[in-house]
């Protein structure tokens, strides 16, 4: 990277004139510099000042002439801080837009980070460490995010007003990592120092206590679950968004599906649904029938899920999105299995444990529906593992009702063998299962 001497430059150069200085200072022809959204004739506009160039123009121009794209646009070079602040900033922009696997952007963020240390400078350090945090949650590498978001919410200049993203990161984390009080705790903190901000922050406000909300519930203290949203819904209604009222419909619905409160969970969805419909957002939308197909498949509904699903899922992946589609494809592959259609539910369960290959502790209900596949060919030996399996992993995962109902199949099978002392056992253990928190579902809609 070339370093210019700034006392040698005529402090009225525009940019345009700096642009064409430094071209042919190197040799280069337009045509060279150019590229994908860069023609010629746009460099040219630039060049003679008729033009502004974008930051992403900029930046490009900067890497082919060798320059920082700051020297580019001001004339004034970046001292370390600057350069490394700028680095830092492309990072976040990376994690914000997906143009690079959050993987990448996480070994990116150690080297930063390790600068920013020698550095001194804390402000930087705790905006790397608060972007390692919220890569190394993206890719589900929760043990590692929580201590690194906790070090970044610890500095003074990242509050939940200015990053709630690394706050709901780490109440996100807490919650995977089955430290549900913890997510709690957070998100309960995060809500109440945005409350005395909320005139200006109100976004963020409503996106904490969806996410409060959703957190009470995964705990099953459905009425503090509701007091919540509608508290915030109340004091803001005239302020919400779109965005946030499907946002209350949908957490809403999530409340009454997991309190058994069906028609009344199937009603705010609808009501996300027409929302969304209104808006035209195909991703949002197939994501609401989705949620709506699981509210079905909670109460039993199999035959009717498979419509809302099938759209949800055929969207999705018209989209190139995996977020959450293995999801989505598990309550396929339970409706098929449910339904007696072993081949299709066989097809789906695989396909599903395939997309949460990196979320083991999610591939309960795609184990559960091979299992019941297995019990309706007769095959106790193959099915029998497989129960076992989806039953830990759903218990684990706070999914009582499902893991009872794979409980009761798992009986019904034992039964069918002859095993009735077994089958009891199971019966009995899916009894204990209903009679807890009822299952998670319905991701929340941002």
């Given amino acids: 990277m070339e370093f210019m001497n700034d006392s040698k430059r005529e402090p009225t150069e525009t940019l345009g004139e700096r642009l ?23 460099i040219s506009r630039i060049e003679a000042g008729l033009r502004r160039p974008s930051v992403r123009a900029i930046r490009a121009l900067a890497k082919q002439l060798d320059v920082t794209p700051e020297y580019l646009e001001t004339g004034t070079q970046l001292g370390p801080r600057g350069d490394l602040e700028l680095r830092v900033a492309d990072a976040e922009l990376e994690l914000r837009i997906g143009t690079a696997r959050p993987e990448a952007t996480a070994e990116n963020l150690q080297s930063l980070i390790s600068e920013a240390r020698a550095l001194g400078d804390p402000l930087i350090t705790a905006r ?25 919410i610890a500095s003074s200049s990242i509050t939940a007003t200015l990053r709630p993203d690394v706050f709901l990161a780490l109440a996100r984390a807490h919650s995977a990592a089955g430290h549900l009080a913890e997510s709690i705790s957070v998100l309960e903190a995060s809500l109440e120092f945005v409350r005395e901000h909320a005139t200006e922050h109100v976004g963020a406000y409503m996106r904490f206590a969806v996410h409060l909300s959703y957190a009470l519930t995964d705990a099953g203290r459905f009425d503090e679950a509701r007091a919540v949203l509608e508290k915030a819904m109340d004091e803001h209604a005239d302020e919400c968004d779109q965005r946030a009222q499907v946002s209350s419909y949908w ?46 498949v909670l109460d039993g509904r199999f035959e009717e899920a498979r419509g809302p699903l099938d759209k949800c899922v055929r969207t999705l992946e018209l989209a190139g999105r995996s977020d959450d589609l293995g999801l989505f494809v598990t ?25 949460l290959e990196q979320s083991p502790r999610e591939q309960g209900g795609a184990i559960g529906a091979l299992a019941v596949t297995r019990a309706i060919k007769k095959d106790a030996a193959g099915a029998e593992p497989l129960f076992a399996r989806a039953v830990d992993l759903l218990e684990q995962d706070s999914q009582f009702e ?36 009822r299952p998670r579902t319905l991701r929340p809609s941002s």
């Fill in 251 to 296: 957490t809403l619905a999530r409340i009454a599906a997991m309190s058994g409160e069906t028609p009344v969970a199937l009603d705010h969805m609808r009501r996300a649904i027409a929302l969304l419909e209104a808006d035209e957002d195909a991703l949002a939308l197939a994501k609401a029938e989705g949620a709506y197909g699981q509210i079905l």
């Fill in 331 to 355: 309550d396929q592959a339970i409706c098929a299995a449910e339904l007696g259609d072993v081949d299709e539910a066989e097809r789906l369960a695989n396909k599903a444990l395939g997309l």
């Fill in 128 to 152: 790397a460490v608060a972007a390692l945090g919220v890569a190394l949650s993206a890719t589900s590498s929760y043990a590692q995010a929580i201590p690194l978001l906790e070090e970044a």
């Fill in 20 to 42: 064409r200085r430094l071209r042919k200072e190197r040799g280069l022809s337009q045509q060279s510099i150019s590229g994908p959204g860069l023609t010629t004739a746009h």
């Fill in 402 to 437: 499902e893991a009872g109902r794979f409980c009761r199949a798992w009986a019904s099978l034992l039964m069918g063998e002859g095993r009735r002392e077994e089958a009891a056992g199971l019966t009995a253990r899916a009894d204990e299962l209903e009679k807890r928190v």
